[in-house]
T-cell receptor, first 113, second 118 residues
């Protein structure tokens, strides 16, 4: 079956612009996670959804970052007023239920110039 | 704050040899541990997991050992192959929530780059 997909695979934007990153989880997975991975580092947790609601957004670095999952499936990570420090690979993962194995997508590489 | 870390950033082994990748964790509340493999340009791929009520778990060519006394986790890969070349991350979770209420994300270490030499 299809795995987690993320679009776009690469995104280049100018400082100060707004970007949206999309995640399509594995069908039927109720838990969805966003992570950010900087070069040479491990992924860093951002936010977790159980169904449509954000159960834990403690990893979001500031209020420029926001994520939604309106129908409990596809999720969008939104970044306002992008900064060069936001450049990283943004990974999405899904899981059948919270506490189970997480399956990762290929990530979106965001570059802020 | 508490974090998960790895002892060695790079490990080079001969093809066919066994590899051992180590990980130290400091959060005593951690009760679930996972090893992921990440190849260049791809997302992390699940290898094996272990819960804190176990000290050893085996998969296909891989074994994870957990020593809660010294807060140490290791991944053993038997008979390494060229396809095993990747960065390996250990990750932990402080608690499990099967009901879905308030389950946190994973905390990853920095990773070990495993290089397989022919």
């Amino acid at each position: 079956g299809a795995g987690v997909s993320q679009t776009p695979s690469n995104k280049v934007t100018e400082k100060g612009k707004y970007v949206e990153l999309r995640c399509d989880p594995i069908s039927g997975h109720t838990a969805l996670y966003w992570y950010r991975q900087s070069l040479g580092q491990g992924p860093e947790f951002l936010i977790y959804f159980q169904g449509t609601g954000a159960a834990d957004d403690s990893g979001l670095p500031n209020d420029r970052f926001f994520a939604v999952r309106p129908e409990g499936s596809v999720s969008t990570l939104k970044i306002q007023r992008t900064e060069r420090g936001d450049s990283a690979v943004y990974l999405c993962a899904s899981s059948p239920y919270a506490g189970y194995e997480q399956y990762f997508g290929p990530g979106t590489r965001l570059t802020v110039t | 704050g508490e974090s998960v870390g790895l002892h060695l950033p790079t490990l080079s082994v001969q093809e066919g040899d066994n590899s051992i990748i180590n990980c130290a964790y400091s959060n005593s509340a951690s009760d679930y541990f996972i090893w992921y493999k990440q190849e260049s340009g791809k997302g992390p791929q699940f290898i094996i997991d272990i819960r804190s009520n176990m000290d050893k778990r085996q998969g296909q060519r891989v074994t994870v050992l957990l020593n809660k006394t010294v807060k140490h986790l290791s991944l053993q890969i038997a008979a390494t192959q060229p396809g095993d070349s990747a960065v390996y991350f250990c990750a932990e979770k402080a608690r499990l929530s099967y009901s879905g209420g308030g389950a946190d994300g994973l905390t990853f270490g920095k990773g070990t780059h495993l290089i397989i030499q022919p």
